[in-house]
C-alpha cells in the first residue's frame, strides 16, 4: 500500500515513529538502556520524513514557477473574429 501523496507519506512515516518510540519505551529494560539498532532506524526515518518534506517543497514551487504557454492566435477570445477584440 503506497500513500498516494508526500502529505500522506509523511503523516504514515511520523505515525510509525510513534509507533516504534511507544514500541521502545515499553520493550527497555528497568535500567533504561535502549538498542542502538531502533535509535538508528528512528534516525533514518527522520532524515527521510525530512527529505520527503524538502521533495513536496520543490515539487510546489515548481508547479508555481512553471511557465502558462503564451496565446499564440491574435483575435477575439471568445470568437477568434480580428475585427474586435474582447
Avoid at 49 to 66: D, P, S
Amino acid at each position: 500500500l503506497e500513500p498516494p501523496t508526500f502529505a500522506e507519506a509523511q503523516k504514515l512515516a511520523t505515525r510509525i515513529i510513534q509507533v516504534e518510540d511507544d514500541y521502545q519505551e515499553k520493550q527497555q529494560p528497568r535500567a533504561g538502556i535502549a538498542k542502538p539498532e531502533k535509535t538508528e532506524m528512528a534516525q533514518k526515518i527522520d532524515a527521510m520524513i525530512r527529505e520527503m518534506g524538502n521533495l513536496a517543497k520543490k515539487v510546489e514551487q515548481l508547479e508555481r514557477t512553471t511557465p502558462r504557454p503564451s496565446r499564440t492566435a491574435p483575435g477575439c477570445f471568445c470568437c477568434g473574429s480580428l475585427d474586435h477584440l474582447r
